[in-house]
């Protein structure tokens, strides 16, 4: 008896290793199982979390940390395998590793690495694991900045490898976008040489690999470590197929690797030339408005003319606050947004790959900010922005005015100050050697939890109409309130026989509530008059006491002004191809567009440049996205502008459009579920007049909103240093 049941036991205890063993498999390779019988098993969150349209990979392998420096180099003891175990462990303590897909890695193959290095330097790095300590060391002297160890060999190809899985899973579809935590990193490596603690090109490597084995056409690499990869710039110098952005601390060459190519004056060569973007750094200390400004008027309308097919980033965060290296000042919160604003590029495929990162607090709450986000959580409010530092300022005009003759979105960007060259190297006035105070330890804010409300949309929609699928259908479930019915006939102006027409109003309004009060994440709402349900939901916020701030973005023919009151509580900014700069105000921004919002191009540059900084700036509680029937916005460039704007107020979006618009209903809602925006197709070159316009509102609105600047401003703010 005894017997038996210890064999029923062992029987059921290897029964669920193997149920567990092949979940975990499943988990990873999900979709070639789909017809598995073991499926119906899962509960409805593992279905969820395996469909390939909302999944993040997560490439990690613990052996990459199975190497570290074997003397002593003040140069490299910074690079230690505790980075990669922090990060890791972060993921898992936060429930984030679970919520992705985790990918194996594998060893990138010779015919791999070749597609970058040369033979001469792969044999060479092939002898490491054999050599002695003082044959490493000897072998090691040779490169700057670097280290090898018998076992780096290897993890150098998981390295590498880890980026041609990530590229694997997004290409096939298996997956939506992902990270690879990795060690060594790749940036800094050259066709022939080690550099910078990094021995293989990992993303470098993994470009040529999507271009040969995916046929990609296009593709972005944003290198947003605080080094200059230009491992990643030689690659690519003459390649117009792949567009290299690269911010970095310089400091007029002072700062390593000390090169005259990285400054903002390297912008490609020969067919290449305009496809190598350079944001030399010249002050530390830089915070988040610094990155996001160089963002909204560099980076992100010049992606956005490229158009990628991929993005990669070279996800360093030694950028970020603490990290001895960087001695920025940007938080950790700060990747959120770089991240979510690259994820409507490319129908939403980036692939992060872990670069640099030293500072073992903020390099984990950094990367799980990015994970986070890649998973599609509400965003973190972008808080207490002001605008760039003088120094930064610039770096933006010095970058602006050398690529305006390669982008049709710079080309109205002010020219280079002929006297003012960033690149002249400064001599340092008070004698060299600053020396460094290593020693008072920096403190800041953990990142606040971002929650995910429990419905994420909800559509308010008539009768007849359905509701798309992933969307809540918004019932009221209260009887509207005397009151409120009062209120609205006032703001409406309807009569009180149109009982039907002021009880939908006042579900709208208790849809607002909802999503004001965070209940709900954004909500949609299908009206037979959005003039109307614009008016009583402006109304409705101006007159409770909260003191949420509300961002309206309105496109549409029709003057609105009069909703305005410049209490600062409320900021509308409308786009049409009416002039009404007449009329504008702090809180009142008419965006004149040449083909009001049906052309795509100068749409989605004015969001870019003028929409998305005064947003960000503004910092509202609510965005309310209003869609008149006039307004002829295109389906893509509506979506991407839904997309964007969920960077805002935590993704608490209103959109209001009216009932005969029923068919966009679905893409809308789409887009507020985080699906990221269908490409726009290369953009047709932007007009004068395109951006013409949206840089005089710019330059007429900078004093106010500082996130607008782009050069160090002649009606004189005293910004700091
Ligand atoms: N303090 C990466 O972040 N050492 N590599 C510079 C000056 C080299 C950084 C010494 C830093 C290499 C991937
Ligand atoms: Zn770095």
């Given at each position: 008896?005894?017997?038996?049941?210890?064999?029923?036991?062992?029987?059921?205890?290897?029964?669920?290793?193997?149920?567990?063993?092949?979940?975990?498999?499943?988990?990873?390779?999900?979709?070639?199982?789909?017809?598995?019988?073991?499926?119906?098993?899962?509960?409805?969150?593992?279905?969820?979390?395996?469909?390939?349209?909302?999944?993040?990979?997560?490439?990690?392998?613990?052996?990459?940390?199975?190497?570290?420096?074997?003397?002593?180099?003040?140069?490299?003891?910074?690079?230690?395998?505790?980075?990669?175990?922090?990060?890791?462990?972060?993921?898992?303590?936060?429930?984030?590793?679970?919520?992705?897909?985790?990918?194996?890695?594998?060893?990138?193959?010779?015919?791999?690495?070749?597609?970058?290095?040369?033979?001469?330097?792969?044999?060479?790095?092939?002898?490491?694991?054999?050599?002695?300590?003082?044959?490493?060391?000897?072998?090691?002297?040779?490169?700057?900045?670097?280290?090898?160890?018998?076992?780096?060999?290897?993890?150098?190809?998981?390295?590498?490898?880890?980026?041609?899985?990530?590229?694997?899973?997004?290409?096939?579809?298996?997956?939506?976008?992902?990270?690879?935590?990795?060690?060594?990193?790749?940036?800094?490596?050259?066709?022939?040489?080690?550099?910078?603690?990094?021995?293989?090109?990992?993303?470098?490597?993994?470009?040529?690999?999507?271009?040969?084995?995916?046929?990609?056409?296009?593709?972005?690499?944003?290198d947003w470590d605080v080094h200059h990869g230009q491992g990643v710039q030689y690659c690519f110098e003459e390649d117009p197929s792949v567009l290299y952005?690269?911010?970095?601390?310089?400091?007029?060459?002072?700062?390593?690797?000390?090169?005259?190519?990285?400054?903002?004056?390297?912008?490609?060569?020969?067919?290449?030339?305009?496809?190598?973007?350079?944001?030399?750094?010249?002050?530390?200390?830089?915070?988040?408005?610094?990155?996001?400004?160089?963002?909204?008027?560099?980076?992100?309308?010049?992606?956005?003319?490229?158009?990628?097919?991929?993005?990669?980033?070279?996800?360093?965060?030694?950028?970020?606050?603490?990290?001895?290296?960087?001695?920025?000042?940007?938080?950790?919160?700060?990747?959120?947004?770089?991240?979510?604003?690259?994820?409507?590029?490319?129908?939403?495929?980036?692939?992060?790959?872990?670069?640099?990162?030293?500072?073992?607090?903020?390099?984990?709450?950094?990367?799980?900010?990015?994970?986070?986000?890649?998973?599609?959580?509400?965003?973190?409010?972008?808080?207490?922005?002001?605008?760039?530092?003088?120094?930064?300022?610039?770096?933006?005009?010095?970058?602006?005015?050398?690529?305006?003759?390669?982008?049709?979105?710079?080309?109205?960007?002010?020219?280079?100050?002929?006297?003012?060259?960033?690149?002249?190297?400064?001599?340092?006035?008070?004698?060299?050697?600053?020396?460094?105070?290593?020693?008072?330890?920096?403190?800041?804010?953990?990142?606040?939890?971002?929650?995910?409300?429990?419905?994420?949309?909800?559509?308010?929609?008539?009768?007849?109409?359905?509701?798309?699928?992933?969307?809540?259908?918004?019932?009221?479930?209260?009887?509207?309130?005397?009151?409120?019915?009062?209120?609205?006939?006032?703001?409406?102006?309807?009569?009180?026989?149109?009982?039907?027409?002021?009880?939908?109003?006042?579900?709208?309004?208790?849809?607002?509530?909802?999503?004001?009060?965070?209940?709900?994440?954004?909500?949609?709402?299908?009206?037979?008059?959005?003039?109307?349900?614009?008016?009583?939901?402006?109304?409705?916020?101006?007159?409770?006491?909260s003191s949420n701030r509300m961002l309206i973005v309105l496109l549409s023919e029709k003057m609105a002004k009069s909703c305005i009151t410049e209490d600062?509580?409320?900021?509308?900014?409308?786009?049409?191809?009416?002039?009404?700069?007449?009329?504008?105000?702090?809180?009142?921004?008419?965006?004149?567009?040449?083909?009001?919002?049906?052309?795509?191009?100068?749409?989605?540059?004015?969001?870019?440049?003028?929409?998305?900084?005064?947003?960000?700036?503004?910092?509202?509680?609510?965005?309310?996205?209003?869609?008149?029937?006039?307004?002829?916005?295109?389906?893509?460039?509506?979506?991407q502008l839904t997309g964007l704007l969920q960077g805002l107020a935590q993704g608490h979006t209103l959109v209001l459009m009216q009932e005969s618009e029923?068919?966009?209903?679905?893409?809308?809602?789409?887009?507020?579920?985080?699906?990221?925006?269908?490409?726009?197709?290369?953009?047709?070159?932007?007009?004068?007049?395109?951006?013409?316009?949206?840089?005089?509102?710019?330059?007429?609105?900078?004093?106010?909103?500082?996130?607008?600047?782009?050069?160090?401003?002649?009606?004189?703010?005293?910004?700091?240093?």
């Amino acid at each position: 008896m005894i017997v038996f049941m210890l064999l029923c036991f062992l029987y059921i205890y290897i029964s669920v290793c193997i149920f567990l063993l092949y979940k975990k498999r499943v988990d990873a390779w999900c979709l070639n199982h789909v017809t598995s019988p073991t499926l119906p098993l899962l509960a409805n969150c593992e279905l969820s979390k395996m469909n390939p349209d909302t999944t993040t990979a997560l490439i990690y392998d613990e052996e990459m940390t199975k190497y570290k420096l074997l003397w002593v180099d003040p140069a490299c003891k910074i690079e230690v395998p505790e980075r990669l175990t922090v990060s890791y462990e972060a993921l898992v303590k936060t429930g984030l590793a679970d919520r992705c897909v985790s990918v194996p890695v594998r060893e990138a193959t010779d015919e791999e690495i070749l597609l970058v290095h040369s033979e001469e330097y792969l044999e060479a790095v092939k002898q490491t694991p054999y050599m002695t300590l003082e044959d490493l060391q000897m072998f090691t002297l040779q490169y700057g900045d670097v280290y090898f160890h018998p076992n780096i060999y290897h993890c150098a190809k998981l390295a590498s490898g880890a980026a041609l899985q990530l590229v694997d899973s997004v290409m096939t579809g298996k997956v939506r976008n992902g990270m690879a935590l990795v060690r060594p990193p790749g940036h800094h490596s050259k066709r022939s040489a080690a550099n910078g603690f990094c021995v293989f090109n990992n993303v470098s490597i993994a470009a040529k690999y999507a271009k040969q084995k995916y046929g990609v056409k296009r593709i972005l690499i944003v290198d947003w470590d605080v080094h200059h990869g230009q491992g990643v710039q030689y690659c690519f110098e003459e390649d117009p197929s792949v567009l290299y952005f690269s911010w970095h601390r310089y400091e007029h060459q002072k700062f390593w690797p000390n090169l005259r190519e990285s400054d903002y004056d390297s912008v490609g060569k020969a067919e290449g030339a305009g496809f190598n973007i350079n944001v030399p750094w010249n002050k530390v200390g830089l915070e988040n408005s610094d990155y996001l400004s160089v963002f909204f008027h560099v980076l992100l309308p010049v992606a956005y003319e490229f158009c990628p097919d991929l993005v990669f980033v070279c996800a360093g965060f030694d950028a970020a606050i603490g990290d001895p290296e960087g001695e920025m000042c940007a938080t950790p919160d700060v990747f959120a947004h770089l991240t979510h604003l690259l994820m409507n590029l490319a129908d939403g495929k980036v692939c992060a790959v872990l670069e640099g990162g030293y500072n073992l607090k903020s390099l984990p709450q950094s990367v799980c900010e990015t994970v986070q986000t890649l998973l599609g959580d509400p965003l973190p409010r972008p808080a207490n922005l002001k605008g760039p530092c003088k120094s930064a300022l610039e770096s933006l005009h010095c970058v602006r005015a050398t690529h305006r003759k390669y982008w049709s979105c710079l080309k109205h960007a002010d020219k280079l100050p002929s006297d003012e060259l960033s690149t002249k190297p400064v001599k340092s006035a008070e004698g060299e050697a600053e020396e460094k105070t290593e020693t008072e330890e920096l403190v800041w804010p953990d990142p606040l939890k971002r929650i995910s409300p429990n419905v994420r949309t909800a559509a308010l929609v008539p009768e007849g109409v359905t509701c798309p699928e992933g969307c809540r259908l918004f019932c009221s479930s209260q009887e509207p309130e005397p009151n409120l019915i009062k209120q609205l006939q006032e703001s409406s102006g309807l009569d009180t026989a149109d009982a039907a027409a002021l009880t939908s109003l006042s579900s709208l309004i208790s849809l607002m509530d909802k999503v004001k009060k965070a209940e709900i994440r954004s909500g949609l709402a299908l009206v037979p008059d959005v003039s109307i349900a614009m008016n009583c939901v402006v109304q409705h916020a101006a007159s409770s006491s909260s003191s949420n701030r509300m961002l309206i973005v309105l496109l549409s023919e029709k003057m609105a002004k009069s909703c305005i009151t410049e209490d600062g509580k409320t900021m509308l900014v409308q786009f049409s191809r009416r002039s009404l700069e007449a009329e504008m105000t702090k809180y009142y921004i008419p965006v004149c567009l040449k083909q009001g919002c049906s052309g795509v191009s100068g749409l989605i540059h004015a969001v870019l440049s003028l929409l998305l900084p005064l947003g960000y700036e503004f910092d509202p509680g609510l965005v309310l996205l209003v869609r008149a029937p006039d307004c002829r916005v295109s389906e893509r460039a509506w979506q991407q502008l839904t997309g964007l704007l969920q960077g805002l107020a935590q993704g608490h979006t209103l959109v209001l459009m009216q009932e005969s618009e029923r068919s966009s209903v679905a893409p809308t809602v789409s887009s507020l579920l985080g699906t990221p925006a269908p490409s726009l197709g290369p953009l047709s070159a932007l007009g004068s007049e395109d951006v013409e316009a949206p840089e005089k509102l710019r330059l007429k609105l900078q004093r106010h909103w500082k996130l607008l600047q782009t050069t160090v401003s002649e009606n004189k703010c005293d910004d700091d240093g």
